[in-house]
């Protein structure tokens, strides 16, 4: 199974500030790679599917980038809705895998 | 619009099984695979198999293997999943969610989740 470990697991972040999670797979995924967030009690929503294609209606200061192996989503500028969870997802090889999350939180 | 319902709240016990539907509307069922994720409480998302609306066919993943069955009725355009052999760390949400045959429109739209509770 090709696993997915994202980092950081955690994050204290400020309004304003600019956030990078990363997404490392064990091996090549392509570009099948999608980031999704989840607020508490509510369902995941994809942000970026494609590696960098920002889902339609999704704010332009989430963006995603990334080849092969190594992913990156970011906030240019955090506002306080995407206080969140974050997951990323390859769908290049089954099972699909999920990264484990990554929280972030209001500093 | 594209909506997808899930059927309500389960609680079974220990070894016995549970169906949980997903209800489509607003696109055509057959053109888009059905997949099913889980989360257990506090934890991330996994990924727990496919099925094509169109064929019948399914894709599980290993871990289900034996113990998860996928099924559709497409004069409803609704999808199935049934988890049998229960366990406490079956205690899970279970999303539907859709996704594209090919490419990278994967997972674009989401049931609500049917949370399943397994408790002696």
């Known amino acids: 199974d090709i696993q997915m470990t994202q980092s950081p697991s955690a994050m204290s972040a400020s309004v304003g500030d600019r956030v990078t999670i990363t997404c490392r797979a064990s091996?090549?995924?392509?570009?099948?790679l999608a980031w999704f967030q989840q607020k508490p009690g509510k369902v995941p929503k994809r942000l970026i599917y494609?590696?960098?294609s920002l889902q339609s209606g999704v704010p332009s200061r989430f963006s995603g980038s990334g080849s092969g192996t190594e992913f990156s989503l970011t906030i240019s500028s955090l506002q306080p809705e995407d206080f969140a969870t974050y997951y990323c997802?390859?769908?290049?090889?089954?099972?699909?895998?999920f990264g484990q999350g990554t929280k972030v939180e209001i500093k | 619009q594209v909506q997808l319902v899930q059927s309500g709240a389960e609680v079974k016990k220990p070894g016995a099984s549970v169906r949980v539907s997903c209800k489509t509307s607003?696109?055509?069922?057959?053109?888009?695979?059905m997949h099913w994720v889980r989360q257990a409480p506090g934890q991330g998302l996994e990924w727990m198999g496919w099925?094509?609306?169109?064929?019948?066919?399914?894709n599980y993943a290993q871990k289900f293997q034996g113990r998860v069955t996928m099924t559709r009725d497409t004069s409803i355009a609704t999808a199935y999943m049934e988890l049998s052999s229960l366990r406490s760390d079956d205690t899970a949400l279970y999303y539907c969610?859709?996704?594209?045959?090919?490419?990278?429109?994967?997972?674009?739209?989401w049931g609500q989740g049917n949370l399943v509770t397994v408790s002696s």
């Open positions: 969610a859709r996704a594209y045959v090919t490419g990278t429109l994967v997972f674009d739209y």
């Open positions: 607003g696109y055509t069922f057959t053109g888009y695979y």
């Open positions: 099925i094509n609306p169109n064929s019948g066919a399914t």
């Open positions: 091996q090549g995924i392509s570009n099948y």
């Open positions: 494609g590696t960098s």
């Open positions: 997802l390859q769908h290049n090889t089954y099972p699909w895998t």
